[in-house]
């Protein structure tokens, strides 16, 4: 996990959440989760917000933070995963999960 102060500003804050709401491939989704191995979205009781993934380069700005995510973590632009918005309305949340990836 990486914690990065200042990483993105107000403006570029502002426009990524305008991007997620208005124009997210099927617009904002109930966040799901993956964890059988081939990849099946599925509800989870323990995320109960949000989601839409914005398209890699989708503009200037998802480009220069695609490009400043990359530089951070070391990796080239194509390494980056695409950036998501994720929404919470009031009472949503985002309770307390472990992320694994396959051992293979």
Do not use: M
Request: charged share 25%; proline share 3%; hydrophobic share 30%.
């Amino acid at each position: 996990v990486y914690y990065a102060r200042g990483f993105l500003t107000e403006a570029e804050c502002d426009h990524l959440a305008g991007l997620g709401v208005s124009s997210a491939p099927g617009g904002l989704r109930r966040t799901s989760t993956t964890d059988d191995g081939v990849n099946t979205n599925k509800d989870d009781a323990h995320r109960t917000s949000t989601t839409g993934a914005l398209r890699k380069g989708q503009d200037r700005v998802v480009r220069n933070v695609e490009s400043r995510a990359a530089d951070v973590l070391g990796l080239p632009v194509s390494g980056v995963e695409p950036l998501q918005v994720v929404c919470y309305e009031q009472g949503q949340f985002f309770d307390v999960h472990h992320d694994i990836g396959t051992w293979d």
